[in-house]
């Protein structure tokens, strides 16, 4: 049996062209018309003499005359399909030679055939057209060489082949496991550091520890409600963990001072806030997205926001959640206001705002999530520190009392874990309590 080889893809300007006619002059034409574009032009004066030259040639095109006599265009061109499949096949034919083109088509499967008289301007464009498939197919037979040819060449010491290639198939599925692991891994490191970075900002003022983690969250749930889909809603909690950084700026003095009764020169430092917490994050990629709803979270939703005076949906859905619930956990922990409001009382303040300073929709939206939410969060539970058992997951951030990140969520508890968190429970007043995942049942 003839060994396979991969078939090397011809280039169109190197190309071979065999044309078979029984007329001299018709071949004469033929060379003179294709060879200025560069291809080797053989000619064949039969049938016969044709599958002599493809037997000893390297031929790409056959471009063949219907009429000839002994063996006609339509019985050459299937002889030419059958030992040489690879070669592409055109077919020369008169207008008159119509049922004879059919046959051809059927038994010589050709690619295209040509009326005769031939327009000198179209017949190259036709033949470049048939290498151009044929280096097609002369690929696609490559790649299959490079599977099914070499293994039949090699069949005979091929039995450890099929166990060679499922062990490295397997180590390949190994290794793409630990790198969507190590990747996986890198994210959470990412955005652990910044829950660590969110609690060093918040360490400045203990009123507002825990505010971003507790804003983050709510939003990438309202945002969740409200239909965004994955990667917006992540956006949005990471620009809930940062949206307070341009306030590192701010001093100490007005970073503790309701916004409420701030002077009009303090108000003025105040509003930059925003803007420079944009400009602070604009330099990682992973978090422009972040930035640029950070930088429109204090727009209203009539126009007399800061910084652009955006109004309406000209602001990022992102940012108009971020302000909903922004402003919903400030005014809980004094920093909009010298008085401190319930639960109940920020949502009515959101309530009574609606459609000057918030969406009204999303007001409505985040209402519903509230109530939703008074009966508990679905897939978890809340367990006590002498709970806890080694392979529990953390559903939610465990905070120290200042608001420093202890434990990130998600994370697996070692027995090690168990034993600090009962430790430090035992040190508190009050008892402990964490949020655990919990499975569903169907």
């Known amino acids: 049996m003839t060994p396979l080889h991969p078939v090397a893809p011809v280039p169109p300007a190197a190309a071979t062209i065999l044309c078979v006619d029984d007329e001299a002059n018709i071949l004469s034409a033929l060379r003179r018309l294709l060879r200025p574009s560069g291809w080797r032009v053989l000619t064949a004066p039969s049938a016969a003499a044709g599958l002599e030259l493809l037997a000893t040639e390297s031929v790409d095109v056959v471009l063949s005359d219907m009429r000839m006599p002994e063996m006609d265009g339509a019985q050459f061109l299937e002889q030419v399909r059958l030992r040489w499949p690879q070669v592409m096949r055109l077919l020369l ?19 295209r055939y040509i009326a005769k008289p031939w327009n000198d301007s ?96 709510l939003a990438r749930r309202l945002a969740q409600a409200c239909g965004l889909d994955e990667r917006a809603s992540h956006d949005i909690f990471l620009a809930g963990l940062l949206h307070d950084i341009g306030k590192l700026g701010l001093s100490d003095a007005l970073m503790a001072r309701p916004v409420s009764s701030m002077s009009g020169t303090q108000m003025a430092e105040y509003c930059r806030h925003a803007s420079d917490g944009e400009a602070a994050l604009m330099p990682l990629e992973e978090l422009r997205e ?79 999530l509230l109530e939703q939410e008074r009966s508990g969060q679905p897939g978890e539970q809340r367990v006590s520190a002498d709970q806890l058992l080694p392979g529990m997951l953390l559903a939610q951030d465990f905070l120290a009392e ?10 697996l508890l070692t027995p090690a874990m168990v034993g600090q968190i009962r430790t430090l429970a035992a040190r508190r007043a009050e008892p402990l309590w964490l949020q655990i995942r919990v499975e569903q049942k169907e």
Not at 188 to 213: D, P
Not at 303 to 318: A, H, M, V
Not at 402 to 411: K, M, P, R, S, T
């Open 122 to 217: 179209e017949l190259p464009l036709i033949v470049k057209e048939a290498l151009e498939r044929a280096q097609l197919l002369a690929e696609n037979m490559r790649l299959q060489a490079l599977t099914q040819g070499q293994n039949e060449q090699l069949r005979e010491l091929n039995e450890g082949l099929e166990r060679r290639v499922n062990e490295r198939t397997a180590e390949l599925h190994q290794v793409n496991s630990f790198l969507n692991l190590a990747n996986q891994q890198l994210k959470q490191k990412f955005l652990v550091s910044i829950k660590m970075f969110t609690g060093l900002i918040e360490l400045r003022a203990g009123a507002i520890a825990g505010h971003s983690r507790r804003v983050s969250e």
């Open 93 to 111: 034919t008169g207008y008159a030679d119509i049922s004879s083109t059919v046959n051809a088509i059927n038994r010589g499967q050709i690619y």
């Open 402 to 411: 200042n608001g420093v990140l202890l434990l990130a969520a998600d994370i």
């Open 290 to 368: 972040a930035a640029r709803l950070i930088r429109s979270h204090h727009e209203h939703f009539n126009g007399r926001g800061f910084p652009d005076s955006l109004c309406g949906e000209e602001i990022p859905i992102g940012s108009r959640i971020l302000a909903v619930v922004n402003d919903y956990d400030g005014f809980q922990i004094g920093t909009l206001a010298q008085k401190r409001l319930t639960p109940e009382q920020a949502l009515a303040m959101l309530v009574q705002l609606a459609g000057k300073r918030y969406d009204p929709v999303l007001v409505q939206a985040f209402a519903r």
